[in-house]
């Protein structure tokens, strides 16, 4: 079975300064996708960034980007020019491009993100 | 704009009593989940259906079960109440395919006296 850990419960970063959140993950597929979601105060949770194992090129989105090391099983989120709406719970996913089990997405524990002004 | 809505943001229930959690999506999607938010935990699947009628036990079933009619509603049900199952319960819906984004509701805060 697959698993995800994340292994920060809070981190705390200074206003416009760069942060990284950690993810590990078990599994002995070799086709599956991450994702980083955010949920912030009003428990709304979005997409933050996804990233295709099969992809060797890190994704971005804006002030976001991943670090993908798939020998490592590692998948850590960048926030750079952190901003205080950026202050949330992050988790990071885990999904099978399995068709028997593609179904099933497995989160990690969270990390929460503080913003110091 | 796409939309998950759950019917309650906020629920209390004593203990032994039938609870339903509604979850409905206008978005046509195949997959929908329910899953259980605890801090230190984070979300941990308890059902998902990938059709209607179809449906697969998650990672904590005990306790739950679910039912999907109509492929916009799924819904969740606590047979019989109990303290320990005092929690944020979130309701998610994505495309079948597994590179697609999932689309979550605000959470229903349940709590079980």
């Known amino acids: 079975a697959q698993t995800v850990t994340q292994s920060q419960p809070e981190m705390s970063v200074q206003e416009a300064e760069t942060v990284t959140l950690s993810c590990t993950y078990d599994?002995?597929?070799?086709?599956?996708?991450l994702f980083w979601y955010k949920q912030p105060p009003s428990r709304q949770m979005i997409l933050v960034i996804r990233?295709?194992?099969?992809?060797?090129q890190n994704a971005t989105e804006n002030r976001f980007s991943v670090n993908f090391q798939k020998a490592a099983k590692s998948f850590s989120l960048k926030i750079s020019d952190s901003q205080l709406g950026d202050a949330a719970m992050y988790f990071c996913?885990?999904?099978?491009?399995?068709?028997?089990?593609?179904?099933?997405?497995?989160f990690g524990s969270g990390t929460r993100l503080s913003i110091r002004p | 704009d796409v939309k998950v809505t759950q019917s309650s943001r906020y629920l209390v229930k004593r203990t032994g009593e039938k609870v339903f959690l509604e979850c409905v999506q206008d978005m046509d999607h195949e997959n929908m989940f329910w899953y259980r938010q605890d801090p230190g935990l984070g979300l941990r699947l308890i059902y998902f259906?990938?059709?209607?009628?179809?449906?697969e036990k998650g990672d904590i079933p005990e306790g739950y079960s679910v039912s999907r009619e109509k492929k916009e509603r799924f819904s969740l049900i606590l047979e019989s109440a109990s303290t320990n199952q005092t929690s944020m319960y979130l309701c998610?819906?994505?495309?079948?395919?597994?590179?697609?984004?999932?689309?979550f509701g605000q959470g229903t805060r349940l709590t079980v006296v």
């Open positions: 599994t002995s597929e070799s086709d599956y996708y």
């Open positions: 996913a885990y999904r099978s491009a399995s068709y028997s089990s593609a179904s099933k997405i497995i």
């Open positions: 990233q295709e194992a099969y992809k060797q």
């Open positions: 998610a819906s994505t495309r079948l395919y597994a590179n697609t984004e999932a689309f």
């Open positions: 259906s990938y059709d209607v009628k179809m449906k």
